[in-house]
């Protein structure tokens, strides 16, 4: 069965868009540790990161640094952590988080509301800003 973010690659299930190429996909997450929280994963459906394919993984990471230079101008944070778990959705996504102190990587934190709206107007200031 096809992965709920392969499903949202095909556009059946919707999602606040950042970026897209031919391999890679990048939206906001739908339930964020921060403002600015965002999803990168490949188009390719592999459970696992470090199953992928050596040229994949590394476009994937540079594709990730892109994106996080364009949430850096629009939320404010000491910079941009990057983690990837992998144990709720067994696609590969690499997280983004704006973050100021080690405790801002704790998934175990409150996750932050945001409306359908605010987070449509943050995934379009961040894709407005990627080079
Ligand atoms: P992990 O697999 O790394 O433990 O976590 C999966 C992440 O995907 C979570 O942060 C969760 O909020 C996010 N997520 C799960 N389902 C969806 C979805 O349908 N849309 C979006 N945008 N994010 C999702």
């Known amino acids: 069965m096809a992965s709920i973010f392969t499903k949202i690659i095909q ?8 970026a ?4 890679f996909l990048s939206f906001l997450d739908i339930n964020p540790l921060a403002k600015g929280h965002t999803l990168v994963i490949p188009k390719k459906e592999v459970d696992y990161i470090f199953d992928l394919e050596d040229t994949l993984l590394t476009d994937l990471v540079l594709f990730a640094k892109k994106i996080s230079k364009g949430i850096e101008k629009v939320v404010s944070c000491e910079r941009i952590g990057m983690t990837v778990i992998g144990l709720e959705v067994p696609h590969v996504h690499i997280h983004l988080i704006p973050i100021n102190s080690i405790n801002d990587m704790n998934f175990s ?4 509301a945001m409306t359908k709206e605010e ?13």
């Open 11 to 18: 556009g059946e299930i919707p999602c606040h868009k950042v």
């Open 109 to 112: 934190n409150p996750k932050v």
């Open 20 to 23: 897209e190429d031919d391999r």
């Open 119 to 131: 987070l449509a107007t943050l995934a379009d200031s961040i894709a407005s800003k990627l080079d």
